[in-house]
């Protein structure tokens, strides 16, 4: 099985910066495309970014594209998501999750993290 731990959220005031990191344990790890999504009280979870673990083809939902950006260190095993200019109605429990076949990045994810808390105050 694989694991994956989120960490770095927090609260921040608006206008400010954070990094989330994702890192993926288990006996064997292979993801073919790996995202970020969000939950927001009284709201359904929805899609922030992807990426292609091999190719590091990116995918940005239109609500943060140009403020977030996903990365991964193959040789950690590790995801991130540097958020900038965040904003108040981007406060949510954030999850990354990962693929175990070759999907689209639109496509059903296999492995999910705990998720990590972002509280952006106005």
């Known amino acids: 099985q694989v694991q994956l731990v989120e960490s770095g959220g927090g609260l921040v005031q608006a206008g400010g910066s954070l990094r989330l990191s994702c890192a993926a344990s288990?006996?064997?790890?292979?993801?073919?495309?790996m995202g970020w999504f969000r939950q927001a009280p009284g709201k359904e979870r929805e899609f922030v970014a992807a990426?292609?673990?091999?190719?590091?083809?990116?995918y940005y939902a239109d609500s943060v594209k140009g403020r977030f950006t996903i990365s991964r260190d193959s040789a950690k095993n590790t995801l991130y998501l540097q958020m900038n200019s965040l904003k108040p109605e981007d406060t949510a429990v954030y999850y990354c999750?990962?693929?175990?076949?070759?999907?689209?990045?639109?496509?059903?994810?296999?492995?999910w993290g705990q998720g990590t808390q972002v509280t952006v105050s106005s």
């Open positions: 288990g006996r064997t790890f292979s993801s073919y495309v």
């Open positions: 999750a990962g693929q175990a076949a070759r999907r689209s990045w639109s496509g059903k994810y296999d492995y």
């Open positions: 990426i292609s673990w091999i190719g590091g083809s990116t």
